[in-house]
């Protein structure tokens, strides 16, 4: 599964970062990203990273957290 946070709908609340903190920082700006492929979408992330993941996921607010079974082009 793959991840990206949609930063122009990032409210910068930091809860995703709060709940899967290995995964999700911050920018300069505030705005979430995910860490591990400098939140361009292309890293496959195993089911044990996806459990975690999922929580901060299901968390954030204005659903800028977004998912596919394909990379992000």
Do not use: W
């Not at 990032?10 to 709060?18: D, E, N, Q, R, T």
């Not at 999700?24 to 860490?35: D, K, M, S």
């Not at 979408?41 to 957290?65: E, L, S, W």
């Amino acid at each position: 599964m793959f991840f990206k946070v949609n930063q122009e709908e990032c409210i910068a609340c930091g809860l995703c970062a709060l709940k899967a903190e290995q995964y999700f920082e911050n920018n300069h700006e505030g705005l979430a990203y995910l860490i591990q492929d400098n939140n361009s979408g292309t890293h496959d992330f195993n089911q044990n990273d996806m459990i975690k993941i999922k929580v901060a996921y299901t968390a954030c607010p204005t659903g800028a957290i977004k998912r596919k079974t394909q990379p992000f082009s």
